[in-house]
């Protein structure tokens, strides 16, 4: 299958029984992944398939924009990560103002006169749905059972005694939290972007960077991080990466730039402009901080790397 931008594509697409699993998936959290498998495996018992149904923007953003939340990913790295859960597709479709008025009673009978071979449906415990979200998982498994589909309604996953949620994660990510983030989020939190040419003060330092410019709309605490990084889809090699601002070497940047440093030596062509890197954010060492010269910076770089690399023998 694939992803589509219309539910109506979806129901064209296959004469198949299908299972939605139904979410806005921001983060594609532990959570959102038990949804995801149990869909998977009511679609598997029953010779179907299972999609996710989800938005690429939050319905927020279309009824009170000046309170949607800040997303932890859009909407392409969400697709690629529904599908590798297993999901046989994905469809994003835009949030509007004919979805927005379904009554929620009518709901099961809007997705079945859409996918005509429609058969089950999966949420969370905590689903909302129908016009101004009046309605909850117990309503869904009601009215989707009395037009003859199977409704599973799956417990939210806990961590620290409460439920994984996109909204804590954010939380989490933005105070530097990053263990907290990728227990919740059930994989590493990573930073995906193309290699930017940069001043080339890393390597003036002895510490030769990779500048991956990195603008979520959730964004991570400023800081050094440690994780591991890969260049097209190479073996991944353990890093040490300041995100953030840069205060120490230039003043007035407004767009943060993740610097990747490498712990073991970098091959040639390793990282070079243009290149595809992604980095998992595995540990957070220290706030981004403005020192007071660069020979501050220089030494505690140095101090920085020390730390990464006894960290890095933990993962």
Same mark, same amino acid.
């Given at each position: ?32 992944? @038990? ?16 999609? @996710? ?66 058969? $089950?449906?999966?949420? $969370? ?113 353990? @890093? ?67 730390? @990464? ?7």
């Amino acid at each position: 299958m694939a992803v589509f931008t219309s539910i109506e594509d979806l129901g064209r697409s296959t004469d198949q029984p299908i299972f939605l699993a139904l979410g806005m998936f921001d983060g594609v959290h532990a959570g959102h992944q @038990a949804v995801l498998s149990k869909s998977q495996e009511i679609a598997h018992e029953n010779n179907g398939k299972a999609v @996710a149904f989800t938005f690429p923007k939050h319905p927020a953003s279309f009824l009170r924009a000046e309170t949607a939340p800040s997303l932890l990913m859009n909407k392409d790295h969400k697709a690629k990560r529904l599908i590798e859960t297993g999901m046989d597709g994905v469809v994003l479709r835009t949030f509007d103002q004919e979805f927005a008025n379904v009554e929620g009673q009518h709901f099961p009978s809007f997705l079945i006169a859409r996918v005509p071979t429609l058969e $089950g449906l999966c949420v $969370g415990e905590n689903f909302r749905f129908g016009k101004g979200r009046t309605w909850d998982s117990h309503h869904l498994k009601t009215f989707g059972e009395e037009v003859g589909l199977t409704v599973e309604v799956v417990e939210s996953k806990l961590y620290s005694a409460l439920p994984v949620s996109s909204s804590r994660i954010r939380e989490a990510l933005l105070s530097g939290g990053i263990e907290e983030v990728n227990k919740m989020l059930g994989w590493h939190y990573t930073i995906s972007s193309s290699v930017q040419r940069g001043k080339g003060m890393g390597r003036e330092f002895g510490f030769p960077t990779i500048n991956l410019p990195w603008s979520p709309e959730a964004l991570p605490a400023f800081g050094v991080y440690v994780g591991q990084v890969t260049c097209d889809g190479e073996e991944s090699k353990y @890093a040490i990466a300041n995100y953030g601002l840069r205060p120490t070497v230039e003043e007035g940047v407004t767009k943060p730039l993740l610097e990747v440093h490498v712990l073991d030596s970098i091959e040639e062509g390793f990282g070079f402009e243009g290149s595809n890197v992604s980095m998992t954010l595995e540990a957070f060492l220290r706030p981004e901080k403005k020192f007071d010269s660069v020979d501050d910076l220089r030494i505690q770089i140095k101090k920085d790397i020390i730390q @990464a690399e006894e960290v890095s023998k933990k993962f």
